[in-house]
């Protein structure tokens, strides 16, 4: 146990100011998330664009993909979130059949393709796992950008396995950031389930 402290420390102590501002703007996203507020969306963009630069320095190509996918889904989210300008909200709910058909398609597909990618077309030595961590992230954003219940769940198995993937990789920022989310996850599932039980009893009441 002294042994990964020590570990731990050392990677800290040579984490790039790069890193800390990507970590930062990732913490601020995910609090914007837990309560609903579109600024999770500005936050995270930034936060993107950083984490897919430091992620090719180390050669976590799914990674990086997933992150230039966070990109197009944040800008596709923001847009969704704010067409309440235009007409009804988008409201939180929970994932129908069909969402949960295409939710579960982009994790085991997603894998498979990310997987053979990784493993004959680039010199990755985690193609299982970062393959893993990107797939089920992907549904996640998408369920995120729908604002249904369930993209809590698809991200925190994500986060599961990303955890000690990044730290592998020496990114202690990342992975401590990881960990922080996978916790935030429970709130901000417990959270939009009462919003959307909320909704429904003001309907039906």
């Not at 730290?167 to 709130?187: C, S």
Request: aromatic letters at 16%; one cysteine or more.
């Amino acid at each position: 146990m002294h042994h990964w402290i020590e570990l731990f420390n050392e990677q800290i102590k040579e984490t790039s100011l790069l890193q800390w501002l990507a970590v930062i703007l990732g913490v601020a996203e995910v609090l914007f998330a837990l309560y609903d507020n579109i600024w999770l969306y500005p936050t995270g963009i930034a936060s993107t664009i950083i984490a897919i630069y430091l992620l090719l320095t180390v050669q976590l190509y799914a990674d990086s993909a997933l992150n230039v996918y966070y990109l197009v889904m944040s800008v596709y989210g923001w847009v969704h979130w704010a067409k309440k300008k235009q007409g009804p909200e988008v409201v939180i709910s929970w994932s129908g059949k069909k969402d949960w058909v295409i939710s579960l398609s982009i994790s085991i597909g997603g894998w498979l393709v990310l997987y053979l990618l990784l493993k004959y077309l680039t010199p990755s030595n985690v193609p299982v796992w970062d393959a893993l961590v990107s797939s089920t992230a992907w549904a996640g954003m998408w369920l995120l950008a729908k604002r249904k219940i369930e993209n809590w769940i698809f991200l925190n198995i994500s986060n599961l396995f990303a955890i000690p993937l990044l730290f592998y990789k020496q990114l202690p920022l990342f992975a401590a950031l990881t960990l922080f989310l996978f916790v935030i996850a429970f709130g901000g599932l417990y959270k939009w389930i009462k919003i959307c039980k909320a909704r429904q009893a003001a309907v039906t009441g």
